[in-house]
């Protein structure tokens, strides 16, 4: 059985989870890091050096994985199907370009620089222009998974792959934290199918309420 330690307000942890949920495994989860603590004792420590979360083991006698793209890289190349985690190595560099892409320049354009400011800095100590900033340049990001969306029915492809859970897994906090969005309709409709599915709405539909300042 998988263990995951991290707890379920972290936005890493959601994308691990939403990919656990979608291919259907049994898992433990332990809710570690932010106000739970845990991540700084020893044993942690030597799971992740970094004290971060999410971990990850698959059996108990298995090594530990750190960081939530390994992660949900390892669940999709062993337990997942061809279509959400392609074998051939040029198909499946298709979705990982998208996966990546969404990991490395979406999600370090939104957490701190807008989820942070919106909901875990105080009202008094937000800078309000330098949030308004970051929101149109992440609205230009959010522009290229728009155009994407008009060739294909999710971001890389017709089917729904490990590229959606890295984009997808960010749209609910994106879509529901006060602030002004630019019109990307095609991003606001393929938000609302990804709300239809029961694992995004167990895993990362999640009040993110313990974390506002």
């Not at 698959?58 to 530990?64: K, L, T, W």
């Not at 750190?66 to 040029?90: D, V």
């Not at 892409?101 to 937000?126: D, G, L, N, Y």
């Not at 149109?136 to 971001?155: P, V, Y």
Request: charged share 20%; glycine share 4%; proline share 6%.
């Amino acid at each position: 059985m998988l263990e995951i330690w991290g707890r379920r307000t972290s936005s890493n942890v959601q994308a691990v989870m939403w990919t656990i949920g979608e291919i259907g495994l049994s898992y433990e989860r332990y809710d570690v890091g932010h106000k739970y603590g845990g991540n700084n004792t020893p044993e942690f420590l030597a799971m992740n050096p970094n004290g971060l979360v999410p971990v990850m083991r698959d059996g108990s006698d298995s090594q530990p994985v750190f960081e939530s793209a390994a992660i949900c890289r390892y669940l999709a190349s062993r337990y997942g199907c061809e279509a959400f985690w392609p074998q051939t190595p040029a198909l499946r560099a298709q979705i990982d370009k998208w996966a990546e892409w969404a990991k490395s320049s979406v999600a370090p354009a939104f957490t701190k620089p807008i989820f942070w400011q919106a909901v875990r800095v105080p009202e008094q100590e937000r800078d309000a222009a330098k949030l308004a900033q970051s929101v149109e340049l992440f609205s230009r990001l959010l522009s290229i998974a728009e155009a994407q969306l008009k060739a294909h029915s999710f971001l890389a492809s017709d089917t729904f792959t490990l590229a959606d859970i890295m984009l997808g897994h960010l749209l609910y906090r994106y879509f529901t934290i006060d602030i002004e969005r630019p019109p990307l309709p095609l991003v606001a409709d393929y938000y609302k199918r990804l709300c239809e599915s029961p694992a995004y709405r167990e895993h990362v539909m999640v009040s993110y309420e313990e974390l506002r300042a």
